[in-house]
């Protein structure tokens, strides 16, 4: 993956100095991976989007709690989640639909761990916001879906 890494650093910073990298959102099939895209990813945001790329949500073989939670950790480490635009749907897909839910109750969990554990703040306000952020505005506010 070193060598893919250096070809989208490469490539991103092309596009940066250029003035042409538009909102991207990267997915990664190999979740050894995260920190690096994630790293990646906080080389290049810019002033006209909050989160101009993004880390997609765990997909495909991360598509379970256990690779869904390892991403949460990874975009929180690196300062990244606030601004993660959550779960995708796969629209071929009704099931898909019961992925959101899946989705937000390991966030909650996970959020809720952070909580008891001193490492988040303990109270309604500020974890409920980061959710909701995550499972619907900040998406809305990326793509420029009125709520």
Request: net charge negative.
């Amino acid at each position: 993956m070193r060598g893919c890494g250096e070809k989208l650093t490469a490539f991103l910073s092309e596009l940066f100095s250029e003035d042409t990298l538009p909102k991207t959102v990267l997915y990664s099939l190999d979740p050894t991976q995260n920190a690096l895209l994630d790293t990646v990813i906080g080389c290049f945001q810019g002033t006209e989007a909050v989160g101009k790329l993004q880390h997609g949500a765990a997909w495909w073989f991360n598509d379970t709690k256990t690779g869904m939670k390892e991403q949460l950790r990874a975009l929180a480490d690196l300062f990244l989640l606030g601004n993660f635009i959550g779960m995708l749907t796969d629209s071929r897909s009704f099931l898909s639909y019961t992925r959101h839910e899946y989705f937000r109750r390991i966030l909650c969990d996970l959020l809720g761990r952070w909580v008891e554990d001193g490492e988040y703040p303990n109270d309604e306000k500020t974890p409920g916001m980061l959710v909701e952020n995550i499972c619907c505005g900040n998406a809305a506010r990326y793509f420029g879906v009125q709520k």
